[in-house]
């Protein structure tokens, strides 16, 4: 007699599919715009469309409008040589609540940007969804001509602020402002300010108790081009002040407090030289219980065409205020290098707020001195860069057929501890549920759960949202919009051990099966183990003798005969190694292939 054993330990597999928005529109180009979990809806803009969506069930009576172009700006825009790729159209690129029953919509409008305000009824059951007549009016400054070019908005106490190229030629870009107030923006065609930037967040965030001090940050990469040396990418993050009045006789109407610093991510080479991820890609702010310190994640991809590659980068708003209040970058001639300025520094500091904790006495920017005015218009960018936290990414993906393209996090509370679980969007349509766990000595180790192909046709994933209440996942492409379970427990199998294998806080073994961990569960009937994934720790009945991080299971089969002998791997960190024992032996061995047909489901013994 011998005995076939199944060794299962740690590897990635692919697993499901997501559901689709099946309505069919004649359009293309979706995004994700706005979630409003007080109304159980998703806003969704496309190409000359507006989706209201059910956060429950995305193709439980979607509520649409259908807002194109005029066919005699369709055709002017054609005229002008912009409809190489479909670009005469309504790229619908902002969507903001504008009070408690209407929406501020903007599109690119054939190259002719324009918004209006959409009626959404003030409750969710009353299915009101409609444009409001009328009430059209012009988007410049505040959606792009162009819908390749990126844009982003933050509606605050009725200003809108954006990041955006606001000429029909798409070279004028700006930091921009309008509303009730003067229209404020950036210096224009000043390259110091904003060299051919890509938007990617816009983000309020707070300093302080003071409501003066409070800063709206800018997420983009931008070309950095020195003198003698070939232009790059470099990444940035930028802040303004919300009350930021511009100056008295320079910058008029223009952006006094503007400043920005560049961030790093990157991975130190054997040789010292580091291997830079400076294509911001996305951004996502995860909310703490200080409003005033988030944690910021970012995904980066490689500039150049050397190797592909991605990486996440995580950094805390300690350390990019300590970059805002360090030294300003100078420099005083094309030729020279970027150095630190060491003169004096004028009072209240470049970059203060007007009526906050330093400057209670100063109502606006209009009050600041010339001197400081003129040294803002001179030296907005800092020379510290920002570094993530612990000076390393928390992924890194090189040596792969794909790039990262968009991020969200969920916060889970598992039966270990919290863990901030990643959803990874890549460029062939497929999200990556990742956890990276602490281990000894500063580092830690990456997990990869799951990989679900959410698209049937390969896309990349422009936008993705998370509802923790619904435990919902909600992704959109080119191509539409799917939402899946942050969690699928039911796919690592029936057994106690691929449960405890899988290592996904968000499951655990209730003593049937893998379900949804719950912290009201009691705990003698729950399993679970993130941080070392031991079915031999949690799980009882089985094999003790077996190594950490792996199960034995026994089958036997008799001499002489042929035996199918099933072994699956439910978990996505456990593979099959088949060994052959020969009785009285202790020796053990991979059986050899004249005797033995591996396959998917298990093993043919012959």
Known sequence: MCVLICLCTAALRSTGTAQHFAYLLNTSDYRILRMDEDHDRMYVGSKDYILSLDLHDINKEPLILHWPVSQQRKTECVLSGKDTNGECGNFIRLIEPWNRTHLYVCGTGAYNPICTYVNRGRKPQEYIWHLEPGKVESGKGKCSYDPKLNSVSALINGELYAGVYIDFMGTDSAIFRTGKQTAMRTDQYNSRWLNDPSFVHVQLIPDSAERNDDKLYFFFRETSAEMGQSPVTQARIGRICLNDDGGHCCLV???????????????????????????????????????????????????????????????????????????????????????????????????????????????????????????????????????????????????????????????????????EVLFLGTDRGTVQKVIVLPKDDLQTEELVLEEVEVFKVPTPIITMKISSKRQQLYVSSELGVTHLALHRCDVYGEACADCCLARDPYCAWDGKSCSRYSTSQKRRSRRQDVKYGNPIRQCRGFNSNANKNTLEMVQYGVEGSSTFLECQARSPHAAIKWHLQRDNSDRRKEPPGRHTKHVEEGALVR
């Not at 944690?295 to 205020?321: L, Q, T």
């Not at 040294?375 to 960018?381: I, K, S, Y």
């Not at 390393?392 to 916060?411: G, S």
Request: aromatic share 14%.
């Open 253 to 419: 109407n223009k952006w006094s407090t503007f400043l920005k610093a560049r961030l790093i991510c990157s991975v130190p080479g054997a040789d010292g030289i580091e291997t830079h991820f400076d294509e911001l890609r996305d951004v996502y702010i995860q909310p703490t219980q200080d409003t005033k310190n988030p944690v910021i994640y970012g995904v980066f991809s490689v500039s150049g065409s050397v190797f592909r590659g991605s990486a996440v980068c995580v950094y805390s708003m300690a350390d990019i205020r300590q970059v805002f209040n360090g030294p300003f970058a100078h420099k005083e001639g094309p030729n020279y290098q970027w150095v630190a300025y060491t003169g004096k520094i004028p009072y209240p500091r470049p970059g203060t707020c007007p009526g906050g904790t330093f400057t209670p006495n100063m109502k606006s920017t209009k009050d600041y001195p010339d001197e400081v005015i003129n040294f803002m218009r001179n030296h907005p960018n800092m020379y510290n860069a920002v570094y993530p936290m612990h000076k390393r990414p928390l992924v890194v993906r090189t040596n792969v057929d794909y790039e990262f393209t968009t991020i969200t996090v969920d916060q889970v509370a598992a039966a270990d501890g919290n863990y």
